[in-house]
């Protein structure tokens, strides 16, 4: 897949015509940077997929409606706080955010995106937001890994490390890059909430097939994460094209598309592998990938209840072989299955045979379960469809983070 | 409530006709009791609810068979281990425990229900359980609180104390009794899986009505308890009513009915709770209760999402007034809601009014926080219906239990 396109790490810039940067503005009482802003010299086409939580932040009721006619300019990112259960009042400081942002950048209101994380049911410090805008509008620059990383780096909460990448891609003669950032650690730390990702590109692309990408490569991706199974209020993954690449524009069904949509899809997995690498307290990344199921509903609803379950999760963190919690989480899940039928596979190594205990080597499973990276495969012989899944284990650091964040 | 029935504390030996024990065959290597058996003198109607798992234990299958036709006059139970994904094998063992007991009762072998309890994928000890089988079935005694506790304990795995009940009731004039017995610790922990409860009465009560009182009690009570949010592949609740009370049979809508309802409701709610308030880890006991739902399915979605919330749990374990957690939980739930009128309260303390924080008397929450036993209440001011979840806390010791089991 590689040589279709080819890794850049110069993250949201790269793309043409991306302009951004990342500063402290006084939101956290840290001093650290949060507040960042990604801006497009040209109107680009965009699409979003948001949380499907039924408690939406501000910011994610204001975006929602700004998409939809599928234009936007700029992205404005607050983090420190998540404008989150705020009222009234948190919609009235997101729209002035993006009112602000508007005036500065001398665009349309309506073409400002916006996103915002950390604290739940504390109003924004909308004095000091304003006159971070102004001050950063004018340090936005493009085609530059610095301000790419103070962007990637101005959008973390919790996270210990910014989260960013771009990929370059051929398309028929032309070079198209995409970029993009991401923050989340833990699906979701609700004071601290949120997994976003902003996405640039100078890809030419119809509009019904951008959103029809984004939303591909986001079932692939984010919707195949989970560190902890919660849902955040303010959710969010965005992409922008602008066309300033200049390839012939994309088409649906065409060769271009999928070339461009391989490209999304590993640049959204690798991010999104990136924040459960980042996941609270987590000492294990763990792959659950389940195959020959009846339905790739059915192989992700098995992935994800064994990925979601305490049990498990304990398990790989005490590096216990425990096949039996791995059968009760699929069991659980809602699919169709024949729990005789079921294999499990530690990496090369079979644990389970047709729903029971398989001789195994258990120096050779000990050794897997010590590596910091693990593959588990469950066979369904049920179907043809398959899944993937990352997930981290579950740690005594997890509940301190959790127990401990505001004490 | 309470003025209508009296609780007694015997045990599932509390009605009439029935005899019971629980001894140590050897199955558990720490010595430990094991073996438990409930018979009636005389053949009763019988009502039981499985898991709802697709990996379900030979027991399992072997039970929801015998049940078929309502009559079952004994349950042979054993801890130690769940004779759970053991195949072929597994399933012949599981008959032949229920043909041995039904030999040595001389009774019909498919009136005897089977349940087992303990580490998964391992072929039970069949020569053990034989003799084990011989030698109890000689202890049996009625009416007898030590042989009720001793069975009580032979189906314990993880449980750190046994859990017995049992109430008396005046039905139009007739002394009526209902015992009980349940076993869990965590809702599963699959090496030591399940969650198990047998209920015993003399009450004189028509098959339909037995089954429909058992479903609506285990709806109420163990449907609405969650430690991890794990189904076990051996969960089961079973109800045998010998109608030696002699009372007049109990028919569908009659006042009678209700009675034994809310009685048999307090048994498996109290049996529920205690299951709890024994949750791996468990540093305390907490109640939700969600008020003024669409339906009463919004409103146990929303309580369980709560109550299954890992960072709802670790920040009551922190003692943290983290309702942002809180609300989140409620917004990832399957339900109808208006996020912007949703209340809550910690016991009489008002937290959340409309969707947003109110301000609260923090020593008060403190205070609150710091108890065992913690009553949420989350009002949705959107219809009439009603749901109560109790769970535990997410604690350091919950992830050291499940992270050391088998080392």
Redesign the interface.
């Known amino acids: 897949m590689l040589d279709k396109f080819v890794i850049s790490n110069k993250g949201i810039t790269a793309p043409k015509g991306f302009k951004a940067n990342g500063i402290a503005c006084g939101i956290k009482e840290s001093g650290k940077k949060d507040l960042a802003i990604i801006f497009s010299e040209k109107p680009a086409s965009a699409a979003a997929v948001f ?6 932040a501000a910011p994610v009721l204001v975006s929602k409606e700004y998409i939809e006619d599928g234009i936007i300019q700029a992205i404005i990112i607050n983090s420190g706080n ?1 404008n ?4 009234a009042k ?1 919609l009235k400081n997101s729209i002035l955010m993006t009112e602000t942002t508007a005036d500065e950048l001398k665009i349309n209101p309506r073409s400002v995106l916006i996103a915002s994380t950390g ?4 109003q924004l410090p909308m004095d000091k937001i304003k006159q971070g805008v102004k001050d950063i509008v004018k340090t936005l620059s493009e085609q530059d890994q610095n301000s790419s990383k103070n962007a990637a780096e101005a959008i973390m909460t919790t996270d210990t490390f910014s989260k960013e990448l771009s990929v370059e891609l051929n398309l028929d003669g032309v070079l198209v890059s995409i970029g993009g950032m991401a923050k989340g650690s ?1 699906m ?4 601290m ?1 949120t997994m976003l990702c902003f996405i640039t590109t100078d890809v030419n692309i119809e509009k019904t097939v951008l959103e029809n990408s984004l939303k591909k490569a986001v079932d692939l991706s984010f919707n195949m994460i989970t560190v ?6 303010n959710d969010m993954t965005a992409i922008l094209a602008n066309g300033l690449a200049g390839n012939k524009e994309i088409t649906a069904n065409s060769k271009e598309e999928l070339l461009f949509q391989e490209a999304l899809n590993f640049l959204c997995v690798e991010l999104a592998k990136t924040i459960v690498k980042d996941g609270e307290g987590a000492t294990k990344f763990i792959e659950i990938s389940v195959e020959n199921a009846k339905s790739f509903t059915d192989a992700k609803n098995i992935a994800l209840s064994v990925a979601n ?3 498990v999760k ?2 790989f ?9 791995i ?7 809602e ?1 169709d ?1 024949n ?2 039928l ?1 294999d499990i596979y530690f990496e090369d190594q079979q644990i ?1 045979k ?4 398989f001789l195994f080597d258990e120096e050779k499973i000990n050794q897997i379960l010590k590596s910091k990276e693990i593959k588990v495969k469950i066979d369904l012989k049920n179907g043809r469809d398959k899944a993937k899944v990352w997930t981290s284990d ?3 650091d ?3 983070i ?6």
């Open positions: 949380t499907t939580s039924k408690v939406q998540a989150a259960c705020t009222g948190g604290i739940i049911g504390v833990g979701i730390a609700p004071n909430a902890d199974g919660e849902i955040s209020t379950s305490n049990l304990t398990a963190f005490g590096e216990d072989a425990n096949w039996g919690r059968m009760a989480a699929i069991g659980k899940a699919a299955i729990s005789d079921v389970v047709d729903g029971t205990g579950l740690s005594y997890y509940v301190k959790n127990a401990d964040y505001r004490t």
